[in-house]
């Protein structure tokens, strides 16, 4: 509340000053701060969302992977007694087509 004095103050001396201005004149000035005031919220809200960006970024990338490499899986966790078999007749290599980086999960592109 308090940052709101100091800009109540600013408006009402604004308004004392174009008071005694001519209307052709203070359409003018009335229309450059109108311009003015769209240019900033345009600008405030631009520096928002890149800041909200950067922040989930940020959250995203500082989140654990999964599995960041297959040597990081466990001996243990892999059951030698049930060998998985590929139920698709298309050899691995040929199933995987190369794909670019974008569509990849964000675990494989770091």
């Known amino acids: 509340m308090v940052f709101l004095l100091p800009l109540v103050v600013i ?3 604004m308004v004392f000053r174009l ?3 001519p209307a052709d004149i203070l359409r003018q000035e009335l229309e450059g701060f109108g311009v ?6 345009y600008g405030g809200v631009l520096l928002w969302r890149v800041t909200r960006a950067m922040e989930i970024e940020q ?3 500082s989140q654990q992977p999964i599995i960041s490499s297959p040597s990081s899986i ?3 966790g892999l059951n030698p007694a ?3 078999k590929n139920p ?3 050899p691995p290599v ?3 087509p190369a794909a670019p980086v974008a569509s990849l999960p964000v675990e494989m592109r770091t």
Do not use: R, Y
């Open 11 to 13: 408006i009402l001396v």
């Open 59 to 61: 959250k995203l990338q």
């Open 82 to 84: 049930k060998p998985q």
């Open 74 to 76: 466990s001996p243990s």
């Open 94 to 96: 040929a199933a995987t």
């Open 36 to 41: 003015a005031l769209g240019a900033a919220a």
């Open 19 to 21: 008071q005694a201005l």
């Open 88 to 90: 698709s007749p298309i």
